[in-house]
């Protein structure tokens, strides 16, 4: 019966090739989302590697300030903040932050001639020894910047990730000790002091990639002298904001203003930027999907009201309701397989290619999604088509022909 | 199912017992406004290895007949017996079972589907055998139409063919289930003279050499002639 399914479908393709073509661009568009879809969910079910609850950023305004004055003035606030109530600690970093649009990367490289090996691209973050505790990174060997660190020295200190570690030595050997180089600072050599959890500063839809923590120390004057990540008490709220925005202006002298956020409300405001495309994607594949359905759906309505006598007949010899019913299905989706093999053929290009540096896994699980999808799709359009012939009475229909 | 079938309706072959028994037949057709009484009080009974035609004015039940004998349809009330078992509370699956083995179709308009083949065509009724395998199906079907002499045609889709060519590309596909029963409406009404002679000559020499039983619609009188028995109906009921 499959082969006479085939067969009949087949000799039928030309009349059904608008079909095969709209179940084609359906495959196609719910490649597509499908593969947003996953790539954005499995971002999302990858660990954050922080805590973000009760953190806050602090951006500071030095105004007219000349330079050389703003590191004392930075000192005085930072000192003033650390011995406020409800606030925990406090860190300076960079522009960086969790959830903000700021990024920083590259490659990390290590070794050199033959035996240099290198990360893909690799977030670059930045922090002085309180950083850990602010945002409470993982720990997994080694250890985190300390007093240690702030003799200068001619191999910076860096912590990098464990994806950076199993990156730049995937024969397991440990990174920590090992001499390394990264991003702008390629001649710059720092030495890897400990390795970290995962860190995505880019939120949970970011992809889970290397990273690698720069030193900022208490004494540098060059960079870092904007923005402050503080841990606060949990239940502290607007009065403590004001009390240390407050603090801040009193502390410069009256010359700094200072813009104080939580990092819950900029993750939430990144989500909803982040999630807009995909929601107006869905939106458009949703319209589409309904399309394809009410398409299917006419048309073989359409196709049982053409083809009654044909039904009769088979009904004549033989065929069962049941059986005529399971044709109809069968031969939608025999359809359905035309188009889907047509989508197949292209989607599969795309892990083959490796098109936008996104693991084939996530195209796979795309294309089986869309498939799914789209046998269930057309399934649900033939069911009461299907029904209907299975209800064609043979008489009636060979007595209309 | 094909157990089952064998079990019911295998077992009967003697060849004088009735194979389809008509009694008290009455078909109405029921709209909101309208009643139309196609059969009344038909008592008929068929016996294996006969040839019977039926002849009629236009309107007069004859394709109705058929349908209830081919069990397409439901009598309004009576009985309808094949091979002596009444068959008026089958499931639709029983109904099936029957029609596919007990039962050969033939339409004035062939009905055969232009999309397949003459050998994917004729190969339909055993389609609903599960019990036959595909090579089996394929083998069968060529022994049909080497009986009506169009084993040259099989990669031939219908629309190629002539009318008559058709025609005996629909008695194969009837007789490829090998049924005990053809039942032929108006089979040669579309041919022309030549032609439909050429299709008659075959299902006499069915009804003779492999004893199948035959009924025939038809309008014309020389060939129901040739059959062994005439039945009329008018308005309905049989007259003769």
């Known amino acids: ?401 | 199912m094909t157990d089952d079938f064998n079990a019911l309706f295998m077992q009967s072959t003697s060849t004088t017992s009735p194979v389809i028994r008509l009694a008290n037949i009455e078909k109405v057709y029921q709209t909101r406004t309208i009643e139309t009484v196609a059969l009344s009080q038909v008592n008929l009974t068929i016996n294996r290895g006969e040839f019977v035609s039926v002849m009629g004015p236009s309107g007069c039940g004859k394709s109705t007949l058929l349908s209830l004998m081919g069990l397409l349809d439901e009598p309004s009330s009576g009985t309808i017996e094949i091979d002596g078992r009444p068959v008026t509370s089958y499931s639709d699956k029983e109904l099936a079972g029957l029609r596919n083995h007990k039962i050969g179709f033939v339409f004035q308009s062939y009905h055969l589907i232009n999309d397949l083949s003459v050998l994917d065509n004729v190969e339909m009724p055993l389609l609903y055998r599960p019990s036959i395998g595909s090579s089996e199906r394929r083998r069968r079907a060529i022994e049909a139409l080497d009986k009506v002499g169009l084993t040259a045609r099989t990669k031939h889709f219908p629309a190629q063919l002539s009318g008559g060519q058709r025609q005996r590309v629909a008695i194969a596909r009837a007789l490829a289930g090998e049924p005990e029963i053809i039942l032929a409406d108006e089979p040669t009404g579309n041919l022309d003279s030549v032609m439909g002679e050429e299709i008659m000559e075959l299902l006499l020499g069915l009804n003779r050499e492999q004893g199948t039983t035959l009924v025939m619609v038809t309008h014309d009188e020389q060939q129901a002639l040739k059959t062994q028995r005439l039945i009329r109906f008018f308005d309905g009921r049989q007259v003769a």
Request: hydrophobic residues 45%; contains cysteine; positive net charge.
């Open chain 1, 1 to 401: 019966m499959l082969r006479h399914l085939f067969t009949l479908m087949w000799n039928r393709k030309r009349a059904n090739g608008l079909l095969i073509l709209e179940v084609f661009m359906a495959f196609v568009v719910l490649f597509a989302v499908g593969s947003t879809g996953v790539y954005l969910w499995r971002n999302y079910q990858a660990p954050l590697g922080f805590a973000y609850e009760n953190v806050w950023q602090i951006n500071l305004n030095s105004g007219s300030q000349p330079r050389a004055e703003q590191v004392a003035t930075l000192q005085r606030v930072l000192a003033k903040l650390r011995t406020t109530p409800g606030v925990e600690v406090v860190s300076r970093t960079e522009d960086t932050t969790p959830f903000s649009y700021n990024g920083n990367s590259g490659n990390i490289t290590t070794g050199t001639g033959d035996t240099q090996r290198r990360t893909e691209e690799a977030d670059f973050y930045s922090g002085g020894p309180e950083l850990r505790e602010v945002m409470g990174v993982r720990l997994v060997a080694g250890r985190w910047f300390d007093r240690r660190d702030e003799t200068p020295t001619r191999r910076p200190p860096v912590v990098i990730t464990e994806a950076t570690q199993a990156e730049l030595f995937p024969d397991g050997q440990s990174a920590l000790g090992k001499v390394i180089h990264y991003g702008f600072h390629e001649n710059q050599e720092r030495v890897v002091v400990g390795i970290s959890g995962p860190y995505r500063a880019g939120g949970e839809l970011s992809e889970p990639r290397s990273a690698l923590f720069g030193y900022i120390s208490p004494q540098d004057t060059t960079t870092a002298l904007n923005t402050l990540l503080v841990r606060v008490q949990p239940g502290t709220g607007a009065a403590l904001a004001k009390r240390l925005s407050d603090d801040i202006r009193l502390t410069s002298g009256g010359r700094w203003s200072s813009d104080i956020t939580t990092l819950r409300e900029q993750r939430l405001s990144k989500l909803k930027v982040l999630l807009t495309l995909p929601a107006v994607l869905g939106v458009v594949c949703v319209f589409l999907l309904v399309n394809v359905a009410l398409g299917l759906f006419g048309v073989l309505w359409l196709n049982i009201n053409q083809r009654r006598a044909e039904l009769g007949v088979r009904r004549a010899m033989g065929a069962t309701g049941a059986a005529i019913s399971g044709q109809v299905l069968g031969e939608i989706l025999t359809l359905t397989t035309f188009g889907l093999v047509l989508g197949l053929l292209v989607a599969a290009q795309f892990p083959l290619l490796g098109v936008f540096n996104i693991k084939a896994g996530v195209y796979l699980t795309a294309m089986l999604l869309a498939t799914l999808g789209l046998y269930a799709l057309a399934a649900g359009c033939a069911f009461y088509p299907s029904r209907l012939a299975a209800g064609i009475q043979p008489a009636v229909a060979l007595r209309e022909e």
